[in-house]
């Protein structure tokens, strides 16, 4: 059973830094892409960044100079290096990974996820 477990989130000023990690446990044929989403109180999920296998990456436009996106393919971890954090960046943060099984199907899964709160 595949399960992605969260780390790194908590509290921090405006102009800070954190940065989460999520690793993907279990018996894991093949992770695909995989991603960040943030979801703030009141709105709906959206995403934040999304890294593929080859390393390509795709970024909100809100987060684009502040935040990088990275992966370890050996260890199934996907990181998010958040820098020059802004109140609005408040928000639970999902990791998500899409799994290919060997089978050839694939699902995707979800973290659990990680408060983040950034103090103006």
């Known amino acids: 059973q595949v399960q992605l477990v969260e780390s790194g989130g908590g509290l921090v000023q405006a102009g800070g830094s954190l940065r989460l990690s999520c690793a993907a446990t279990?018996?894991?044929?093949?992770?695909?892409?995989m991603g960040w989403y943030q979801q703030a109180p009141g709105k709906q999920r959206e995403v934040v960044a999304t890294?593929?296998?080859?390393?390509?990456?795709n970024y909100a436009d809100s987060v684009k100079g502040r935040f990088t996106i990275s992966r370890d393919n050996a260890k199934n971890t996907v990181y998010l290096q958040m820098n020059r954090l802004k109140p609005e960046d408040t928000a639970v943060y999902s990791c998500n990974a899409e799994i290919r099984t060997t089978m050839g199907f694939t699902y995707t899964k979800w973290g659990q996820g990680t408060q983040v709160t950034v103090s103006s």
């Open positions: 890294i593929k296998r080859d390393g390509g990456t």
């Open positions: 279990g018996t894991i044929p093949t992770v695909n892409t």
